[in-house]
């Protein structure tokens, strides 16, 4: 039998140091995503974290900072693969870019945390924090703003249903508006009271047929899960 070298108690510890640190930290960033009814939310940001940091850890004790490096090298393109899971294509719009790239910013806190690198991982966590909340409302300002001087309207779906059948409700208002040809511009999920939620979908299109709207809001109206649903007409100046 192979002699066990590297199960000293200092290796130990530094190991669940930077495993700590990347459930921690990892949870950080999957709480946002969670409370936000995203695809990737809690468990699958802090499993990515902290299978960061295990393999980086691994490489370390192993072949020291030199295959600490190459380990981060394969965990960067790698979790490319997982990203590209996350991302749906609907119509002329894509979802889930943002989530993906929150996976990305998540390996690097674990591969960070893994090089005992524990600081810089905090400080990495406090910036996609940031990103995910501050820059938020700067985002969905400008969004909503006309490229010229003239009124652009705006068509917005709201629907509050119950808080554990959001994701089936949000996949009924792709599939209703992908058949009137209707793509979503974004969609944002809002806590509404204690156990429900208020889903906000802004159209891409500024020209909707009041009766195929009707339509698509009976549809939603009639789910179980569905409190009430109404469509909403916003001119921005």
């Not at 068509?155 to 599939?175: A, F, G, P, W």
Request: aromatic share 8%.
């Amino acid at each position: 039998m192979e002699k066990i070298t590297y199960l000293h108690t200092e290796n130990l510890v530094s190991t669940f140091i930077s495993l700590a640190t990347a459930f921690v930290l990892g949870g950080l960033i999957g709480f946002e995503r969670q409370y936000r009814q995203r695809t990737a939310g809690l468990r699958t940001n802090v499993l990515v974290a902290i299978g960061s940091a295990a393999f980086v850890d691994m490489a370390m004790l192993l072949h020291g900072h030199d295959g600490a490096i190459r380990v981060i090298a394969y965990v960067v393109s790698g979790i490319g693969f997982l990203g590209a899971g996350v991302i749906m294509r609907d119509g002329g719009t894509v979802h889930g870019l943002n989530t993906a790239a929150t996976l990305w910013c998540s390996a690097a806190i674990g591969a960070a945390a893994g090089s005992d690198l524990i600081l810089e991982a905090c400080i990495i966590t406090m910036f996609i924090l940031a990103a995910n909340i501050l820059l938020r409302p700067i985002v969905r300002f400008m969004d909503r703003r006309p490229l010229d001087h003239d009124n652009e309207l705006l068509n917005v779906i709201y629907v509050v249903c119950d808080r554990l059948e959001s994701k089936e409700v949000i996949e009924q208002i792709h599939t209703a508006l992908k058949q009137y040809n209707y793509p979503a511009k974004d969609i944002e999920v809002q806590p509404f009271g204690e156990k429900d939620v208020e889903i906000e979908t802004t159209l891409l299109s500024t020209s909707i047929e009041q009766q195929d709207m009707f339509h698509i809001l009976e549809v939603l109206n009639k789910m179980p899960q569905v409190r009430y649903a109404y469509w909403d007409k916003n001119t921005i100046n």
